[in-house]
């Protein structure tokens, strides 16, 4: 069985401040861990993610993710966020071993204010 | 790269009527595509996974023969919603993974209102 918990259903800050939503997992074998953002009335858009190698993975639009195997979780950061930031957010994970089915976590909204 | 599209990105439909929805991997071949179903304000719920040339495979709950879902070729699967009731109203996004890629992408979704 695979899981992902985001515990903050809102994270607010001002432009310029750090970002960071949190995420933790919860898979039988070794994961795969992904982040996406979603617009209104859009799809959703690929982040990042992690299959292996450095735990510190860069991807799009200046985002960040660190994976931390100890504590099952796979944090997305970003050190200044932006207005044009303000989305959903989701984290999913699958089992390497499994298929390509992804459990999501239930999103994050992040609203950066000006 | 990785580009998904989806055809039509808003439909109105009778109540009764049966919709088609289309999903293309516009720059891979897709070899598994995945329809979800989306509330307001809620995480994505997963319908059914189909691989080229075969079945797709239905989520628990999912009525089979309400959903039909067919995935002819490695760029292009569709979803059918059979004689449409206003309960299915809903984001409906596909997504699609190949053989040379882990990762999944997503179509912009289509909104489905149904009168």
């Known amino acids: 069985a695979q899981s992902v918990a985001q515990p903050e259903d809102q994270v607010n800050v001002a432009e310029g401040n750090p970002l960071t939503v949190k995420c933790t997992y919860s898979?039988?074998?070794?994961?795969?861990l992904f982040w996406y953002v979603q617009y209104p009335n859009r799809g959703l858009q690929f982040l990042l993610k992690?299959?292996?190698?450095?735990?510190l993975v860069k991807g799009s639009y200046g985002f960040e993710a660190e994976f931390n195997k100890s504590q099952t979780s796979f944090h997305l950061k970003k050190p200044s966020a932006l207005v044009s930031d303000s989305a959903l957010y989701f984290c999913?994970?699958?089992?390497?071993?499994?298929?390509?089915?992804?459990?999501f976590g239930a999103g994050t909204t992040v609203t950066v204010r000006a | 790269g990785a580009v998904v599209s989806q055809h039509p990105s808003w439909v109105i439909c009778k109540s009764g009527t049966s919709v088609k929805i289309e999903c293309r991997s516009l720059?891979?071949?897709?070899?598994?595509m995945f329809w979800y179903r989306q509330f307001p304000k809620q995480s994505l719920m997963l319908m059914a996974t189909?691989?080229?040339?075969?079945?797709?495979?239905?989520e628990q709950g999912v009525e089979k023969d309400k959903f039909l879902i067919n995935h002819a070729s490695l760029t292009l699967s569709t979803l059918t919603v059979t004689s449409a009731h206003p309960e299915d109203s809903s984001f409906y996004i596909c997504?699609?993974?190949?053989?040379?890629?882990?990762?999944?992408?997503f179509g912009p979704g289509t909104r489905l209102t149904v009168l």
């Open positions: 999913a994970v699958r089992d390497i071993g499994g298929d390509y089915k992804l459990s």
């Open positions: 898979v039988s074998g070794n994961p795969y």
């Open positions: 997504s699609a993974a190949g053989v040379s890629t882990d990762t999944q992408y």
């Open positions: 992690y299959i292996t190698g450095d735990n």
């Open positions: 189909s691989n080229e040339g075969s079945k797709a495979t239905y």
């Open positions: 720059d891979f071949q897709a070899t598994t």
